[in-house]
C-alpha cells in the first residue's frame, strides 16, 4: 500500500506545443498553494517554449493559512523541527517528480526546480538527494535545511542558484551566505544573488537571474 499523498496543482505549456523537452517545477512557500508561481510561467516560457511547467500544492493543509498548504509545518521554527518536516516532505515531493518525468518521457537531465520560502527548502533538500542529477535548482527567499547532515547524506550535486532580498522579513539574507558555505563545501556548483531592498518576494530583476539560470543549464539562448 502506497501511503504517500498525490500532488496536483496547475500547469502551463509548454508554450510551442507537442511534446516537452524540459519540466520545469514550482515549489511554493508556506501558506501558499500552486497557483502562487504558475504565473511565473510565462516569463520564462519565451526562453523555453517546449518546456511543460507544473506547481503542485503542497500535501497538507496550512495551520497558519486556512486557503493555503504547506510542505512541513512550522510550529516552532528550529532546526530539528524543520529537519524532520523536509524529511517527510522529501519522498512526496519525489514522488511527484517522478510521475511528472515519466508521463512527459524525459530524464532528470531535463528538469529544474524552483523554490520560494519553504519551496526552497524542500527543493534543496529533496533535489540533493536524488538518484541522478537534476539540470538545476533556483531557490528564492529561502534557506538551507539541515546543513550539519549534508555532507553525510547528498548524493548529486547539480547546478543552484540562491535569490535572497536584503530587506527580508522572514528568512533573512544571512541565511544565504550560510548555505552558500555549506553547499560550496559539499562540492556543490553554487551562486547566491543579494537584492537590495528586496523583502520576502521575487522582483523582475531576481527573474532575470532565473531566466539566464535557465537558459545557461539547458543550453538556449536568450530572446
Not at 102 to 113: I, K, M, V, W, Y
Request: aromatic residues 8%; negative net charge.
Amino acid at each position: 500500500m502506497n501511503d504517500i499523498p498525490d500532488l496536483e496543482g496547475p500547469e502551463f505549456g509548454p508554450a510551442a506545443g507537442g511534446a516537452a523537452q524540459q519540466l520545469v517545477v514550482f515549489v511554493h512557500g508556506y501558506g501558499a498553494d500552486g497557483n502562487d508561481l504558475i504565473g511565473l510561467a510565462p516569463h520564462f516560457a519565451d526562453l523555453m517554449p517546449n518546456a511543460k511547467f507544473v506547481s503542485p500544492n503542497a500535501p497538507y493543509p496550512c495551520e497558519g493559512s486556512p486557503f493555503g498548504y504547506q510542505w512541513f509545518h512550522l510550529a516552532e521554527r528550529t532546526e530539528p523541527e524543520m529537519l524532520s518536516g523536509a524529511r517527510t516532505a522529501q519522498p512526496i515531493l519525489e514522488n511527484y517528480i517522478n510521475d511528472q518525468l515519466a508521463s512527459a518521457e524525459l530524464q532528470d537531465r531535463n528538469l529544474a526546480l524552483i523554490g520560494f520560502s519553504q519551496g526552497t527548502m524542500i527543493s534543496l533538500f529533496a533535489g540533493l538527494r536524488r538518484e541522478r542529477p537534476m539540470a538545476g535548482i533556483l531557490g528564492y527567499s529561502g534557506r538551507l535545511v539541515g546543513p550539519d547532515v549534508l555532507a553525510a547524506e547528498i548524493s548529486v550535486r547539480p547546478p543552484v542558484v540562491l535569490v535572497n532580498g536584503d530587506a527580508d522579513e522572514l528568512i533573512p539574507a544571512d541565511q544565504q551566505a550560510t548555505a552558500l558555505k555549506s553547499l560550496q563545501g559539499v562540492s556543490v556548483p553554487v551562486e547566491g544573488h543579494i537584492r537590495a531592498g528586496l523583502g520576502h518576494s521575487i522582483d523582475e530583476a531576481g527573474v532575470d537571474i532565473g531566466r539566464q539560470f535557465m537558459a545557461r543549464i539547458f543550453g538556449l539562448q536568450t530572446p
